[in-house]
């Protein structure tokens, strides 16, 4: 393996961060409804009259996207809602006597409520609106309520957003962000009550407030995302331009964010290098995607696809995309991303937007033992077991000398009664 251009490592974020988010939660524990308020006006640069969003503004705010872009939020809506009912109607109820008077299965319960919290960066992020509301109303959670900050010069969440909170079926809407927002779901407050998990991406403050309110903190999270990333493996079949705009979407999203390239041979290498630099002279957001792909990018030429495989499976990118002359076949040894797009016509963005699979996905090697965002993150797989007095008179003995070999006499007890 050649390193052909390796990366310059970042520094961690710094420890205050937990102690920062620690604070605020205190605060909303404390103080609720005015903590979020005073919060917004810190660190979102306004106040907003009421956290919970009134349908009347709602309303107001279609009025103020413009008609294509209404179409396109309805068409992807269309399609992660399409492919969230696929996901859920592959999900099977089980119920299998395994012996005599024993029935054991499990059952298929959605949460009862969930808070989807969707952030706010240079520009309005409405598809993670649909991204995490959708998958949750098919599943069938009863309560979806929806967060995000207000925009600095709007004073309320940009309309494009709340467009797409409303048609992806969010039932309550609030005007909150950061770690407040994520507290408010978690303990609740006098306008906000407290859910039952929280979803969704977010900046390093939103998701150290995730971390530290999930499980101690009487909620559930989806997972703890980190900047956006993604592995691409390509063979000299691929255009080296599809390669180095693919490369250069990633970096655009935030400094921290990062594309590595498996390719096969040095001349491509070479190639796709120009080519990135071609791109960033007129690539609009030139200025960042640059500068992260000169602090985060690398490439890596292999000897071999099976060498890329090797590699991608021990990173465990958050997106993976293969581009060879047998995308298929390269595809189908992998095992470890968020998700997988296969041939050269699947570039990520497609994922991002209107392709139908969840784009919050597992970040920082998350995916060697978990998947993203999807209608099973609403549902719990809940055991029971039936059993008659047949079935118990069958199981006593088995309990009994298990029970009292572990020293649990009541244990034996309770067993032995059944007999």
């Known amino acids: 393996m050649i390193v052909f251009k390796d990366a310059k490592k970042k520094q961690n974020a710094g420890e205050s961060v937990e102690s920062v988010v620690r604070d605020i939660l205190d605060a909303i524990k404390r103080w609720g409804d005015d903590a979020v308020l005073d919060y917004a006006e810190k660190f979102d640069g306004c106040r907003p009259s009421s956290i919970r969003v009134e349908r009347r503004v ?40 395994i012996s005599p008077g024993v029935l054991l299965g499990h059952r298929l319960i959605p949460v009862a409520s969930c808070g989807c919290y969707v952030p706010a960066g ?45 048609l992806a079926g969010a039932q309550e809407i609030y005007c909150m962000g950061g770690a407040q927002a994520i507290g408010a779901f978690a303990y609740g407050t006098r306008s906000v009550a407290p859910v039952d998990i929280v979803v ?57 964010s990062w594309s590595i390239l498996l390719l096969t041979s040095v001349k491509l290498a070479e190639a796709v290098t120009a080519e990135i630099a071609e791109e960033l002279k007129s ?23 099976d060498e890329a495989v090797t590699l991608s499976d021990s990173i465990a990118p958050e997106h993976l995309q293969v581009m060879t002359a047998d995308s298929p076949g390269a595809a189908a040894k992998l095992r470890n991303f968020g998700s997988l797009f296969i041939g050269r016509y699947a570039p990520v963005p497609f994922g991002d937007y209107v392709s139908g699979p969840n784009h919050i996905l597992p970040t920082s090697g998350g995916a060697r033992f978990s998947n993203g965002l999807n209608v099973n993150t609403f549902i719990k797989v809940s055991t029971f077991q039936e059993i008659t007095a047949e079935g118990g008179k069958f199981l006593s003995p088995h309990c009994v000398r298990l029970a009292e070999m572990e020293g649990l006499y009541g244990h034996r007890r309770s067993a032995d009664l059944r007999k």
């Open 58 to 97: 709602i309303e107001e705010a279609y009025s103020k996207v413009d008609p294509q872009t209404l179409e396109s939020l309805q068409f992807a809506a269309d399609r992660i809602e399409t492919f969230a009912r696929l996901q859920r109607e592959s999900l099977r109820e089980l119920r299998w006597e």
């Open 122 to 166: 240079r520009y309005p992020l409405p598809s993670s609106a649909l991204m995490s509301i959708i998958p949750a109303r098919v599943a069938g959670v009863e309560r979806i309520a929806a967060a995000s900050p207000a925009g600095r010069s709007g004073g309320s969440i940009h309309p494009a957003v709340l467009v797409a909170m409303d």
């Open 283 to 305: 690539l609009e957001t030139a200025e960042l995607a640059g500068q992260t792909w000169e602090n985060n990018g690398k490439i890596l030429v292999v000897e071999s696809i």
């Open 200 to 256: 969704g991406p977010g900046n390093q403050y939103v998701t150290e407030a995730k971390r530290q309110v999930g499980g101690t903190g009487g909620v559930g999270i989806d997972m703890l995302a980190g900047p956006s990333e993604a592995v691409i493996i390509a063979d000299e079949s691929t255009d080296p331009r599809w390669i180095a705009a693919d490369a250069l979407s990633r970096c655009e999203h935030d400094p921290n």
